[in-house]
């Protein structure tokens, strides 16, 4: 068994920036608000019709491909995960290997729908597939287009103004060198508040799951009709229910619960302790999250890798994009040990630790 390890790593965040203020002049919200309870002072937004989840994607990709050394035809395998995809189906997976132009090596494609612990769990995939000889050149995506589906009046402002586009991307190859590389991942879910942070219109649930839950909810489905008639209605379009929904505090007390816990669990099973750890990089859900894991774990300032000011939580995207700012700014060196940690909707949550 060969160990996995990071072998390139790139980034890609979209040129317009769009702060506070801007949020500001369209719904009911302000910079001291944001700031306060977020630590986020402006995020990007991908160019409308130009860019995509997926065109964003392979941006990083291309700068991770060549750092790693290697082709976009040596890619053998591909894992794309995002929450805001270009299309319903099929996939950011398939359209990131059309954009690389390598459709002819056909290439298995997965998409992964892990929401901001989407990349973690990539790269746990990433590390089993390469590990067992399987393949040697894995491109894990994870990509955002968040700004395309968010509300942006006062009713999702809760939601809206955390939120920003970009995407990250790392090829994991095998490494025969002793001791580096990824050294554990470890993967959790609870479904129990599944809609605690969700987005759940369209879609094919047609009430399901919120009768079995007690949650009321009036989308304006129409009963008579023998087929269809609850997947999209008007009356979600005109009520605003085709939006994202999320229980801030619910999801922010239980994020700080998870957080520590994952971290020390991977600790644990690599005969590790938090004194080890050289950098952490944590996904940017909150800043304020991150300060509070930090706390937590007693890390200092220059041993967490924070982002979220700049842009915004960006979901899946946000821990490969901190991971390479932190690797560029040299934060990150040969030998060091760094943790990756996220946590959000479903809940999933999972950590790595990995020696650079
Ligand atoms: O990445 C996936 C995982 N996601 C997370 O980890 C997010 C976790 N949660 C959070 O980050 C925080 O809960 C939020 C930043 C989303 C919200 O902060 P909060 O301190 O929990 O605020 P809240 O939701 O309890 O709302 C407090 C007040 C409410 O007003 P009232 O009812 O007290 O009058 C909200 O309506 O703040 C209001 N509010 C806003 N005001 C100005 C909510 N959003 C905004 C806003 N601007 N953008």
Not at 37 to 43: A, W
Not at 96 to 105: A, M, N, P, V, Y
Not at 191 to 207: C, M, Q, R, V, W
Request: hydrophobic content about 40%.
């Amino acid at each position: 068994m060969f160990n996995s390890k990071i072998a390139g790593i790139g980034s890609y965040v979209p040129e317009k920036a769009v702060t506070n203020d801007d949020l500001s002049k369209v719904m009911e919200t302000s910079d001291e608000w944001i700031q306060e309870r977020t630590g986020i002072k402006e995020r990007r937004y991908g160019e409308k019709h130009k860019e995509t989840t997926a065109t964003m994607g392979t941006k990083a990709a291309r700068i991770a491909i060549e750092r790693a050394g290697i082709q976009p035809e040596d890619v053998d395998f591909i894992i794309f995960a995002t929450l805001s995809p270009d299309y319903y189906f099929p996939g950011c997976g398939v359209l990131l290997q059309r954009e690389l132009g390598i459709t002819g090596t056909e290439v298995g494609a997965l998409d992964i729908r892990n929401q901001c612990s989407g990349f973690v769990y990539g790269l746990s995939i990433a590390d089993q597939f390469v590990k067992t000889g399987m393949y040697k050149n894995v491109l894990l995506v994870g990509a955002e287009m968040h700004s395309m589906g968010l509300d942006y009046s006062t009713q999702g402002r809760n939601v809206t103004v955390i939120f920003g586009d970009g995407a990250g991307a790392v090829v994991v190859q095998p490494t025969e060198k002793e001791g580096q590389g990824i050294l554990t991942t470890k993967l959790h879910s609870d479904g129990t508040y599944a809609e605690k942070l969700a987005f759940i219109n369209p879609g094919s649930h047609g009430g399901y799951h919120l009768d079995k839950m007690g949650i009321e909810y009036d989308y304006g489905y129409d009963k008579d009709l023998e087929y269809g008639g609850i997947f999209i209605t008007d009356k979600m379009q005109e009520e605003g229910h085709l939006y994202p929904n999320m229980e801030g505090q619910f999801v922010f007390k239980l994020a700080v619960r998870k957080f520590p816990e994952v971290i020390q669990e991977a600790l644990n099973s690599a005969g590790l302790q938090v004194s080890d750890i050289d950098m952490f990089v944590p996904h940017q859900a909150n800043l304020r999250i991150s300060q509070f894991v930090q706390k937590i774990l007693k890390l200092n300032d220059d041993q967490v890798w924070n982002n979220i000011q700049k842009y915004g939580n960006t979901t899946a995207a946000s821990v490969p994009i901190a991971l390479c700012e932190a690797w560029e700014a040299g934060a990150v060196k040969e030998g060091d040990l760094v943790c990756l940690a996220a946590f959000g909707s479903g809940f999933t949550w999972g950590s790595a630790l990995i020696r650079w």
